[in-house]
Structure formats: C-alpha cells, structure tokens
C-alpha cells in the first residue's frame, strides 16, 4: 500500500489480466473470450457502503453498458493513501459460449488522498469514450479535494433524495452548471411524469389545461428534491403552454408520507399519489393505478447510463426547482 498508485502498473495488470483470460478460454469450441467497452465509469461510495450489493449492481449494469470501472472505496480521514485491486467481470449471453468480459480496478481511497485521484483516472480512462462518474457519498461533492475528478467527468450522476438540506442540495447542483449532473432523485419520476401527461393525451383534459390555476406537491422522508424537481417540471411544462398557475411545494422531511401531486382549477382536479406499490392518477373523480414499484439502483443507473448527452428537460428543472421557495 502506498502514498501514489502508478497507472502504468495498473494497465499492465489489466493487460495480463486478459491474457490469463484468453489462455484460459477455449477458442477452437467457440469458448473464446469478448472484451467489451461502451465508457468509464468511476463509482464512488464510502468504505462502509455495502460491498456485494454495489457489486450485483454493477455487474447488472455491464451486459447494457460495459464499462472500464472504477470503484473508489472512501475510508475517511487519515494518512493519504491509495490502494488497487485488478479484477474483471464476466458475463455469458444465452445461448453462447463465448463470455464477454469488462475491467474492474478498485481503489480504496483516504479522503485526502481524493486530490490524487485525477491523476490515476486520467490515465486509466479508456480514450474517445464517456466518463461517467457515480458519486454514491454526498459529503464528497463539497470537498475540495473532489474537484479535480468532477471536472474530468462528461456526466456525473448523484442521488439528492440522501443529501442533507433538500433545496441547498439543489441548489449546489445549479451551481455546478459546467457539469453534466444526472439525478436518481430526478430518474425516480419518470413514471410520474408519463402518467400525468397521459392524462393530458386525452383532448378533453387538454381543453381544460388552460384552467389550472393552483399546483399543489407535498411530500415526506427523503422525497423533499423529487417533489421540487416534479413542480418545476410542471411549472416549466404548464408556462410552455402559456399556463402560469400558483406552485407551492410543502412536506415534513421526516414524515412517511409519500409523495402527492395536485393540479386544480375551474373544472379540472387532477392528481398523483403513491399507495404501496401503486401510482393511484384521479381525474375529476375518476381514478386508474398502474404498478410503481421503488426502482432500485440497477433500473435507476441502467436509465441514467443511457443519458450521455446533456438533457435540457432535466437541467430546466433543476434551475427552476433551485428557484422555488
């Protein structure tokens, strides 16, 4: 274990690492071996962070987006240190022999060691492809130490719903407007936000739309970003329309009241509220579920990972949902 890890030594693991691969396969039955590569992907979690389901997670993740990966483990405080492992991650499609398989390194970091990691990604990066970072620790985002990496980052996804201060948070994602930021709290409504403009599919409710005049969203534990970023995408999508309603947003942080939704005016009431495992949508009275089960961090990754170039629908919503009181 030492101060600086060198990015030569670790490539040439990763090289011999695929000629014990290929040695150990057996080509001429077709058993060969399939290298892969669609980006980099650094992930960043803390140390106590559990280790086997991070790992199921990503190995989920490869056969949709193989990736040279990173993990960068944090251990906190301490003498700067770095360590590596090299190891890789295989996977056989049905019906084949052939495995196909993607690298892993995996560093164990102090957190003032975080200033070297730049210069051991860089290098490790796979060149003319995306990297992507997965901040899985809030606290590093502020840390200055961090930023070195941030700004080698092409997306760099997070989940606000586990920060501390809700509207700070977004706020501090505002902010940092030169990076292309993916949220999992954001990911979270992408059912919500169909439903509801299915609602408005149906030329009846269209014709009403012009009548809403109050937005209503209100929510409980860990939902205070996601109802923030749900009304601003309202506020965005109704002004677009030439529709500008009164938009409040209110909850009790600590409550497990689950996220509602409520668009009102003369003649139109509609709204959206989880209960259990369903998405309940009210129309003027009239109700219909769909299934809404809470995504885990393979469907929530596997849908950001697909989103390589900046999205100005998500970026409008969190400068406006960094606006609202």
């Known amino acids: ?16 690492l695929w000629v014990t691969l290929g040695t150990q396969s057996d080509a001429e039955h077709g058993a060969g071996v399939l290298r892969a590569c669609s980006m980099t992907l650094v992930v960043v979690s803390e140390e106590s962070d559990d280790a086997s389901a991070l790992g199921e997670t990503l190995a989920a993740l490869m056969p949709e987006h193989p990736a040279r990966t990173m993990v960068v483990r944090l251990r906190g405080g301490g003498d700067r240190v770095l360590a590596d492992r090299v190891y890789a991650q295989c996977w056989m499609p049905f019906g084949q022999r052939r495995q196909i398989c993607c690298e892993q390194v995996e560093i164990t970091a102090s957190d003032p060691a975080l200033a070297d990691l730049p210069s051991v990604v860089l290098p490790l990066a796979v060149p003319d492809l995306p990297l992507i970072v997965w901040c899985r620790s809030p606290r590093v985002l502020s840390m200055a130490e961090f930023r070195g990496t941030l ?11 586990e920060m501390a201060a809700g509207r700070a948070a977004l706020r501090m994602l505002a902010q940092g407007a030169h990076n292309q930021f993916g949220d999992l709290a954001w990911t979270r409504l992408t059912r919500w936000r169909e439903m509801l403009s299915q609602v408005f599919e149906n030329r009846a409710w269209l014709d009403k739309l012009p009548a809403v005049a109050n937005v209503h969203v209100s929510f409980g534990a860990k939902l205070e970003t996601s109802a923030r970023y749900m009304a601003a995408w309202l506020t965005n999508a109704l002004a677009q329309a030439g529709v500008h309603p009164q938009v409040s947003v209110e909850g009790t942080p600590g409550s497990p009241e689950p996220l509602r939704v409520e668009l009102a005016g003369p003649g139109i009431d509609v709204s959206l509220k989880r209960e259990a495992n369903r998405l309940v949508v009210t129309v003027n009275g009239l109700s219909q579920c769909t299934s809404l089960s809470d995504p885990n ?3 929530l990754m596997r849908e950001e990972l697909s989103i390589v170039q900046r999205d100005p629908v998500f970026e409008a919503a969190l400068a406006t949902a960094a606006r609202l009181q």
């Open 297 to 299: 961090d393979y469907l």
């Open 151 to 161: 700004a080698m980052a092409q997306k760099v996804v997070v989940d606000s719903a």
């Open 1 to 16: 274990m030492g101060a600086v890890l060198a990015p030569d030594r670790i490539l040439k693991e990763l090289s011999d």
